[in-house]
């Protein structure tokens, strides 16, 4: 390689590591990430898929319909939302997964059951899992097709984030409280993670494997992947639906309580239990967050930046 080519390989690398500094911020680009969300005027008549920023600015509508749109969840590359909606039933009582374009284009029902709910992709964008109500955990392929029945007993599906097994709630006998199970994707080695008297919903399983957020008695917990010690991470009653900010750091939720009358999304630190709004608007609620990083840098924090510092100042000064 001439000795120029060397140089242009060198600024073209001291830029790449510049920009990635330059978006990090708390760990990760808070400018650069987005979360879906369910949005609802005051009195809950309409229910539509929204977009923000991952610091509540630039607040975009992506379904425009009389229907509920409920419970988004984004493709891996953020190219689409699988998203829930009555919209296809005329009495509005069946409820079915659908996919659109992030752009809000091309609506397109997946499922035909009476009620289908809570999709979640798969990490490579290949299938979604979701749960039927009338037969259990179901897995299709990301187009509709090839459901197979995963477990009959089960609710609230999340996806591992290597792809090889599935998170859900189920009680081990009627009457008892829900508690977290996985279970391989080929609906193997079904196994109980949590056993106490929190009663448990919506599991959400952290980026980096090693946690799993949930709504226990209407707050936010976490517990290790291996079901050992969970950890209660906010103090109201009326907190639900966890996601976690792609660096594993956050978890963002909505309340229904921390603002008299305002439904609202929140996040909070999983080191120090710091809780945050993001921006709310008292003519509606917003609720069902789910949180992805397009692209995919996700520079850690005060380790990585100071990396980062270490390389540029190693290439610059090759290149003297």
Do not use: C
């Not at 988004?72 to 590359?77: A, E, G, K, R, Y």
């Not at 190219?79 to 009582?93: L, Q």
């Not at 007993?153 to 829900?178: Q, V, Y």
């Not at 999304?265 to 710091?274: E, L, M, P, S």
């Amino acid at each position: 390689m001439s000795f120029k080519a060397r140089q242009l390989a060198g600024a073209v690398l001291v830029l790449s590591l510049f920009i990635q500094m330059q978006i990090a911020v708390n760990g990760y680009a808070f400018g650069r990430t987005k979360i879906a969300f369910t949005s609802s005027p005051a009195g809950g008549l309409f229910h539509d898929i929204y977009v923000m920023d991952g610091d509540g600015g630039n607040k975009r509508r992506v379904t425009v319909h009389p229907a509920a749109d409920l419970f988004p969840t984004w493709s891996p590359d953020g190219a689409k939302i699988a998203f829930v909606s009555n919209r296809n039933n005329e009495n509005r009582d069946h409820r079915q997964i659908w996919v659109i374009d992030a752009d809000g284009k091309n609506p397109i029902r997946l499922t035909d059951g009476f009620v289908d709910i809570f999709p979640d992709w798969s990490p490579d964008g290949t299938k979604i899992v979701y749960d039927d109500a009338l037969a259990g955990i179901t897995v299709m392929d990301a187009d509709g097709n090839n459901k197979r029945l995963l477990t009959p007993h089960g609710l609230h599906p999340t996806w591992s984030p290597d792809g090889k097994r599935i998170a859900f709630i189920a009680a081990k006998n009627p009457g008892e409280n829900s508690q977290i199970y996985v279970i391989d994707i080929d609906g193997r080695n079904r196994t109980q993670l949590t056993d106490d008297f929190v009663h448990k919903r919506v599991p959400s399983w952290s980026p980096d494997g090693k946690r799993i957020a949930y709504t226990g008695n209407n707050v936010i917990w976490v517990v290790d992947s291996d079901g050992e010690n969970p950890r209660q991470l906010t103090e109201r009653v009326t907190e639900a639906y966890p996601t976690w900010s792609p660096d594993s750091e956050f978890i963002a939720f909505h309340s229904f309580g921390r603002d008299p009358g305002i439904v609202g999304i929140y996040t909070v630190d999983v080191t120090n239990g710091a809780v945050d709004a993001l921006p709310r608007d008292p003519d509606f609620g917003n609720y069902h967050p789910d949180w992805l990083y397009p692209g995919g840098l996700s520079v850690s924090p005060e380790v990585s930046r100071i990396t980062i510092w270490g390389k540029l100042k190693k290439v610059a000064s090759s290149l003297r």
